[in-house]
């Protein structure tokens, strides 16, 4: 598994007058290149080049991808890792301590998919229709903030079979690519949830012993409250502590 790499997506939406904008500007493509420096930025002209012709064939994916900038992590992350196995996370986490399982599974040889627990059942599908439409029994509570992936086990029959025949489209737009992401690893049965330490809450603090956190919705302004303040000594040392 490789490692090494970060790569960055521009998310475009359409505004008002039906323009394309970016939402990634020229001067953070300057920072990422300083802060990481084999960082690739992959541009949403040269995504879209490259899935357009590759979604043609599934054509829910395709208009769930148009419509939907979060598509752009099921299906252009994939499509872009350098590796069969990677790991994604949202730019809302933060890491207070060292990985150890995550990696762990991360350089195994396994073909799984594993992903943080969320607090409850959020699929945009329930246990019986997922039965009765796709043959799954689901995996539970399964959050995509963070999580580990594997190239084969991603389904694009499944996922337009699953966007064409249930009420996941009906449900909050938000949660599509974690439910179909969940509906991919559910089929093939490989893979799991990581500990709680890697926590999604809306409890005010992280936990103590937490290995990192999702900032996810209600306490998204905790990552800046609690959760950088939490890292600063990690982040700015002063002389005494560097």
């Known amino acids: 598994m490789d490692a090494g790499q970060l790569v960055s997506f521009h998310r475009s939406h359409v505004d008002s007058h039906n323009s394309r904008r970016r939402t990634l500007p020229e001067e953070a493509h300057t920072v990422f290149k300083a802060m990481f420096g084999d960082v690739r930025i992959i541009s949403r002209q040269e995504a879209d080049a490259a899935l357009t012709p590759k979604l043609h064939a599934f054509p829910f994916c395709a208009d769930y991808r148009a419509k939907h900038p979060r598509a752009l992590k099921l299906f252009d992350i994939p499509h872009f890792a350098k590796s069969s196995r990677f790991l994604v996370f949202d730019s809302d986490l933060l890491f207070f301590g060292y990985p150890r399982e995550l990696l762990d599974l991360a350089r195994g040889d396994a073909d799984e998919m594993w992903f943080a627990e969320d607090m409850q059942e ?73 500990p709680r330490t890697y926590e999604v809450s809306h409890d005010k603090s992280a936990a103590p012993d937490v290995v990192a956190r999702h900032y996810i919705g209600p306490v998204r302004h905790q990552f800046y409250t609690e959760g950088l303040n939490r890292l600063e000594p990690v982040l700015f040392p002063s002389e005494e502590t560097s």
């Open 122 to 194: 959020n699929a945009l599908l329930t246990a019986a229709e997922a039965r009765a439409e796709l043959g799954i029994r689901i995996m539970p509570r399964v959050e995509s903030g963070l999580c580990l992936l594997t190239k084969s086990i991603i389904d694009f029959d499944l996922c337009d079979q699953a966007l064409a025949q249930t009420s996941i489209l009906s449900g909050d737009h938000s949660r599509i690519e974690q439910t179909l992401l969940m509906l991919c690893a559910a089929r093939h049965g490989k893979g799991g949830l990581l």
